[in-house]
């Protein structure tokens, strides 16, 4: 949902949890607060979109 918060987009994902856990609702205010008061927060989503990003890459060059 970090993209969707970017972007201000609908969001265009499901996400599906293996295990039991407890979720918390962010709208965009407050994403956009804790990302400029909580330095922490915001390199941690960096950090998931770079996941994502070398994921992609590696299955864009292992279909060449």
């Known amino acids: 949902g970090e993209m ?3 972007e201000s987009t609908p969001r ?3 996400a599906i949890a293996n295990t039991d856990c ?3 609702t962010i709208d965009e ?3 956009m607060f804790l990302i ?4 922490n927060f ?3 989503v960096m950090k998931i979109m770079v996941e994502r990003i ?4 590696a299955l864009v060059l292992s279909d060449k």
């Open 4 to 6: 969707a918060m970017i």
């Open 12 to 14: 265009k994902a499901t």
């Open 22 to 24: 407890k979720l918390v």
């Open 29 to 31: 205010h407050r994403f």
């Open 36 to 39: 400029q008061q909580t330095p």
């Open 42 to 44: 915001a390199l941690n």
């Open 54 to 57: 070398r994921k992609l890459n």
